[in-house]
């Protein structure tokens, strides 16, 4: 079994009177990528804050690599790695002198090198004598997001990391995430963007009012949510009326001449679909499965819509240019 690089049991936090983690439970393998996903204010910030020291819990435990951050704070700190929601970049100074002083706090040998190597891996070699304030939004994360990685931390907390980035930069950002998770690096990422962890996260814990009102794969989740279904798009009503005959249980949309067929998806039910539409000699323009995305699930489990349309609305249409 691989060991817990994070766990948390019965961890509770309020401000003043107002409960935000009102006993939460959770274990991350080492080496995975674990996302909390929770819209604004669902106290993800206040997790991570707690998780990574920086903050005390009312109650409950957390050990970080084995080690519990109310009574072993050092051995914590040495071991992760923490890129918080507001970039902790310095304007004043360059990209590499951000990352050399990272790297002298850190007491990391020889930091020349180690510098020199996270600019060129970021990609910030053009931009690394340039004051900081100079960068774009999308560097700075990265210049950031480096400057957590100096001392290869084996547990690394991104809180946020991708939130106001364009679509291009994010894209950047979930690369590196990537290739920290293929070295075997531990990732805690925290987002408001259900696609970011449909994409990226190995588990998903969706926060909500205090509670974690679902965990599991992005697949087990979407499971969790009945409606896939497959979708078939007809030539005229003639034909949407023959398999509305033929298939029982389908719904019928007339305008759009679609039927949608409840089914589990799987090879068998739809080879036997296509079958029953084939002995009956009914052609379908248009064949294709529907499966719940994690919008659906959030919805579901919230009853609230989970991210910020715009953005994925804009994020999407980037992506089909892309192709
Ligand atoms: N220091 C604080 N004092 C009082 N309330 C706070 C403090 N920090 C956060 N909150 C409140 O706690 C809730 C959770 O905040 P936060 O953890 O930042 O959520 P998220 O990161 O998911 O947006 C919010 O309602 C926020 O206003
Ligand atoms: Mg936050």
């Known amino acids: 079994m691989r060991s817990s690089a994070i766990a948390v049991s019965g961890l509770r936090k309020a401000y003043g009177d107002k409960v935000v983690l009102d006993g939460i439970d959770f274990d991350v393998a080492a080496g995975s990528v674990f996302s909390l996903l929770g819209p604004n204010g669902a106290g993800k910030t206040t997790t991570v804050n707690v998780l990574t020291t920086l903050m005390k819990a009312d109650a409950g435990t957390v050990r970080i690599a084995g080690h519990d951050v109310a009574s072993a704070t050092k051995e914590v700190r040495r071991v992760i790695g923490v890129t918080g929601q507001f970039a902790a970049v310095d304007e004043l100074l360059s990209g590499r002198e951000n990352l050399r002083l990272m790297a002298d706090l850190k007491r990391v040998r020889p930091g020349d090198q180690v510098v020199t ?7 910030l070699v053009e931009s690394a004598d340039k004051m900081a304030a100079t960068y774009s939004g999308g560097m700075r994360r990265k210049l950031d997001l480096a ?59 969706v926060l909500d009012q205090g509670h974690l009102v679902a965990q599991g794969t992005p697949e087990e989740l979407k499971r969790q949510v009945p409606g896939t279904h497959v979708r078939l798009r007809f030539a005229d009503l003639y034909e949407l009326d023959e398999a509305a005959r033929v298939l029982a249980g389908a719904t019928r949309d007339d305008e759009e001449l679609i039927l949608r067929v409840p089914s589990d998806g799987e090879s068998k039910s ?30 579901a489990l919230t009853g609230r819509a989970g991210t910020e349309r715009t953005e994925r609305t804009e994020r999407t249409s ?5 192709r």
């Open 147 to 205: 400057m957590t990685l100096v001392g290869a931390p084996q547990i690394i907390f991104l809180d946020e990391p991708t939130t106001g980035l364009d679509p291009r930069s994010r894209r950047t950002m979930w690369g590196i995430v990537r290739e920290l998770v293929a070295d075997g690096t531990t990732i805690f990422l925290t987002t408001q963007y259900l696609e970011e962890a449909d994409q990226l996260a190995d588990r998903i814990a």
């Open 318 to 322: 980037e992506e089909a240019i892309a």
């Open 117 to 123: 190597e996270l600019l060129e891996r970021f990609d």
């Open 270 to 299: 739809l080879l036997g679909l296509l079958s029953r539409l084939d002995e009956h000699m009914i052609n379908a323009k248009e064949f294709s499965v529907h499966t719940p995305d994690l919008d659906d699930v959030f919805l």
